[in-house]
């Protein structure tokens, strides 16, 4: 079903790609600070994600999915900021690729900075 190429969440997947394209530097550095500062202890949650994909069925989405976030990702916004606001890429797609398998709570603790800088909805 090409109208599910991502799965039931594709429409936020593919939005979630236009975003990592059009993502200020602001946005960018501010991602980075947002991981690091985050309470909530996003490990124990991904790897359930990463389970949720195998038992959907989805890691060739996952795998296809972080191919084209890797090719949006190596324009000059990117560059010039910390690597590790790409993990708040990463722990997005994976929650929204997984968000039908994984509890709400788990889909906030990956989702979170996503949501709270890029999203601009308010950090719970």
Do not use: C, N
């Not at 602001?26 to 949650?45: F, T, Y």
Request: aromatic residues 8%; negative net charge; charged residues 25%.
């Amino acid at each position: 079903m090409s109208d599910q190429k991502y799965g039931p969440q594709t429409a936020e997947v593919e939005a979630l790609f236009e975003q990592v394209r059009t993502i200020t530097p602001e946005q960018a550095r501010a991602l980075s600070d947002a991981v690091v500062v985050r309470s909530k202890e996003p490990w124990g949650v991904l790897d359930t994600a990463r389970i949720a994909l195998r038992g959907a069925r989805r890691e060739a989405m996952w795998s296809e999915a972080l191919d084209v976030v890797r090719d949006a990702l190596v324009d000059d916004v990117w560059g010039t900021v910390p690597e590790v606001a790409v993990v708040a890429v990463h722990d997005a797609l994976a929650a929204l690729l997984v968000r039908d398998q994984i509890t709400p709570e788990q889909f906030d603790t990956l989702y979170a900075p996503w949501a709270w800088i890029v999203d601009e909805r308010p950090y719970v």
